[in-house]
């Protein structure tokens, strides 16, 4: 199985919204909710969402493992996010960082410049 965008949250809402903006922008997307599974998943994805406010595993933490792990493009996603988690999860290896207020087509048009910006990895082969 191959997809492009991977999502890493436990907030189930949130993990329906993504999926159906990206599956309405044209891209398929894989769901995880366990920060051990992602790294495995993250092999296969071009893109990975994180949430940044799981509460299973540190966001930074994650971030950091997903980053070292797969080297994959990382859009951080946050409840409400200072400068100051901005720039922490920017120095983990987010590539961006948003709030999760966020419309739809703004999450779309973030992963589709960092497509054009050529940012992703090729997505692997089907194992």
Partial sequence: MTFQVLIVSSDPLFCHVAGACLAFSGMSSAVTNCPFEAAALGERACYVIVDFDMASAGGLEL??????????????????????????????????????????????????????????????AAA
């Avoid at 200072?82 to 999760?100: H, P």
């Fill in 63 to 124: 971030i950091r493992r997903l980053k070292r792990e797969t080297g994959v493009p990382i859009i951080a996603l946050a409840e409400a996010s200072t400068a100051a988690e901005r720039i922490l999860a920017l120095e983990a290896g987010a590539d961006a960082m948003m709030s999760k207020a966020y419309l739809p087509a703004e999450l779309c048009l973030r992963l589709h410049s960092m497509r054009s910006g050529e940012t992703a990895r090729p997505r692997l």
